[in-house]
Structure formats: C-alpha cells, structure tokens
C-alpha cells in the first residue's frame, strides 16, 4: 500500500497509478465567485488550478450553489425507484436531451457512467442490424468494461481479458469482432466497409479523442463516415462522454465539426451531463430503440431522480450563464496567450472549445509526463494523456485569467525539469 504526502495509507485496489501524493480536500472559491469553484485545495492547504476537474465531469466548476440546491431539492423528495416505474425528473430529461442533440426523435437509455453508455451502444449496435463487427479506432478510449476494452486502443487496457480482429490468438476470456482502424482515414475506412461490410454493424468513434492525446477528427471523414454506414446499412455510433454537453461550444462535438449537414444513429454521454454527478446516457431514433425490449438491457441505478435532477440543472445553468460561449472561447483565448507568451517546447496546440490539448515535445519523447509533477508544484492538476500532451478540461466559464494561469504552470514546469 503506498503512502501519501499526509501519511495516509492508499486502501483501494491498486488501479490508479501512484505519485501523485496528495489528498484534496475541498473546492475554494475565488473572491468574487457566485458559481462553481476552479480551485482545490489539498490537506495540507495548498491550492490548485483545476484543469483535470474530474476529467471533465466538474463544467460548472466545483461547489456550484444552484446546481447543490437541485440536488438536496431532489434528496428531499425521492432518491431512488426501480426503472419499471417512471419519474418526473427522468421523463424531464429524456425531453431536454431529445431537444439538445442530433438525434431524431431521440430516446435516451440512462447509465451510470461513460462505460456503460457504451456498452448500451454496443448492444443497440448488434441487436439492431443482426451483424457482428463494429470498427474502432486507434488512440481510441470507450471505457474499462468488458466490451469497451475492446473498442479502446490501448493493448495494455485488453490484456488479459479481450483480443479483437487481426490480432493473434491468444487464449483471452473474450474474443471481440472489433476490426480497429487508423483514425481520420477515409481510406482505410472505404477498404474496411468493401472487405467486410456485410458484417459491420457500426461505426464507433470519438469526434475527438481525448485519451488519445485530444485529436479532432476532420469534418470530411465524419461525413465520410455517415455516407458508408448509410450506404451498407451499418449504424453510426459517436462517443461524446468527454466531448459533450457543451465542452466544445456545442452541445456536441459533432454539431461544432460537422454542423447540422449530419446526423449519427446513436450518440452517448457521461461526465459533463451530470455537473459531476454519476450519470450516464445512450441516445438513439425512437425506430433504433423500438429493438431493444423489455429484458434486453437494464440498469438499477441509471436514470435515478437524483442523477437526473444533477443533469437538469446542469444544463439548464450551462444555458442561463452563457456558458456555452465561454467554453467555445477557451481555445482561441489559449492561442492568443502563446502567441504573446511561447514557449519553445510546445509543438501543438490542437482541440475545440474547452478541450484543449498542449503537445510538448514529440509524441514519443514522453515530455508531457515528464513535467507532471513539477505542473502540480507550480500549481496545476492537469492530466498528461500519451505522455506528450497536457490536457486542459477546465470548467467552462474559466476565462483568460485561469487560461493564461495554466500556460504559465506549464512553462514553469518546462524550465524546473531539464530536458533529458
């Protein structure tokens, strides 16, 4: 069991890697602040810019009095019911989610977290076309369980438990029909579709990756996409758990590439929905779901009043504070503030709205990483996915102070740690 700065012994599995060292405490508010906090502070008293805030669950910042006030509103009334029976909170949202994202006639299926809304869409995805194959995506990331491993990129995230197609056998628990592709290829996507497109149920993809190092996909191959999957009856899948609700300017990552000339067949969510409360949710037609029937999917505690209610003010704050449009300005704030301020180790400065990502040095020389710890010295909680890229998920109304904040952490931590 490793031990904390504040001695503390660490008594869950051991998941998460160590070296972090603290304990965070609580949120803290900036002089002035009436919504959500950017700050925590650890127990020790040192207080952090947060950029990773819950890997983009805390939008609205940490603490935010309207969204707590929903929440013990709820509390007061009814926390949990079986999904055999329909509640006001639940019903609300399905509406309010039907009317925010690019699905028809939408009707949502409610989660717990991003992992099950995939595998929710999975499941949609091979009983709704009778097919067997779903393509995926490298430096894609869908999730931890068992069917999601096997849309996610990362070799080390599938052993022991899943091979997919094209990999050698291997006497794994789980053999998944996940044919992977490189992503952003339009090429590769059109071969795929002519060797197998009998088969394919679906078109998995993140409009942007954000494990992978926050990589956009162009607005070509999402059409791209769109086109081949209407073409040979397959189903076209985006995963917005990181992307969503708001955190690129739009509701959805989708909408701020492609616009309105599209739309997927299913779309899921988590993280950003519930303000940083647990709540998960797969979208798709009212046709599409009509396939999924009483016993084919369920859930005790997805879509639970509480949860709900965490959504409904969420959005409803992120629409009455404007925070949309502060979201969409974080990147080109953060452009502006290099170009006055450079930093010479930084190569990339790639994402969308309030999904940021800050290449330093090649993507195989692990710099990023490298400067982890002394980021967090200067003051900042960021997250380092592929260990070249700092990734910035701030709350969405973190403007040009905490901005410029930030990119100064990073190049503070650029000079305390040499280069090797």
């Not at 509103?73 to 039907?98: D, E, H, I, M, Y």
Request: hydrophobic share 40%.
């Amino acid at each position: 069991m490793a031990d904390n700065a504040d001695g503390f012994q660490d008594l869950r599995w051991p998941t998460y890697a160590p070296g972090r060292g603290i304990t965070l405490d609580r949120a803290v508010h900036d002089d002035g602040d009436t919504g959500g906090s950017f700050r925590l502070r650890d127990s020790n008293g040192k207080i952090y810019l947060d950029a990773i805030a819950g890997i983009g669950c805390a939008v609205l910042g940490h603490a935010h009095p309207l969204w707590i006030e929903a929440i013990h509103n709820q509390l007061g009334k009814l926390s949990s019911v079986a999904n055999s029976f329909w509640t006001v909170p639940q019903q609300q949202l399905a509406g309010r989610l039907g009317s925010l994202f690019p699905i028809d006639d939408c009707r949502p299926f409610f989660a717990n977290s991003g992992t099950e809304a995939t595998e929710a869409a999975i499941k949609l995805a091979l009983k709704a076309t009778g097919r067997d194959v779903i393509v995926a995506f490298e430096r894609a990331f869908h999730g931890r369980t068992l069917a999601s491993i096997a849309l996610t990129a990362n070799p080390a995230y599938r052993d022991p438990y899943v091979t997919c197609m094209g990999e050698p056998p291997s006497g794994r628990f789980a053999t998944m029909q996940v044919l992977r592709l490189p992503y952003n290829d339009e090429d590769a996507l059109r071969a795929a579709f002519e060797a197998h497109g009998p088969r394919i149920a679906g078109v998995f993809l993140e409009p942007i990756q954000g494990e992978g190092g926050v990589w956009p996909a162009t607005k070509s191959f999402l059409l791209e996409a769109r086109a081949l999957c209407s073409r040979h009856g397959a189903l076209l899948g985006i995963d917005e758990i990181q992307s969503g609700c708001g955190r690129t300017g739009h509701w959805s990552a989708w909408e701020t590439i492609v616009g309105d000339e599209a739309k997927p067949d299913i779309l899921w969510l988590a993280k950003a929905l519930g303000g940083s409360f647990p709540i998960g949710a797969c979208l798709t037609t009212e046709t599409l779901a009509a396939h999924m029937g009483p016993g084919t999917h369920g859930t005790t505690f997805g879509g639970n009043p509480v949860a709900c209610a965490a959504a409904l003010a969420t959005l409803r704050i992120i629409e009455e504070e404007g925070l949309l449009e502060c979201a969409a300005a974080q990147l080109p704030t953060l452009e502006l503030i290099a170009k006055s301020d450079p930093n010479r180790e930084v190569v990339d400065i790639r994402g969308a709205g309030a999904m940021i990502g800050v290449q330093v040095g090649t993507l195989e020389g692990g710099r990023a990483k490298a400067i982890g710890k002394a980021m967090m010295d200067a003051g900042l909680l960021a997250t380092t996915p592929g260990g070249h890229t700092v990734r910035l998920l701030l709350p969405y109304a973190a403007g040009e102070s905490e901005l410029r904040e930030a990119w100064g952490a990073i190049k503070t931590a650029c000079e305390a740690v040499p280069l090797a």
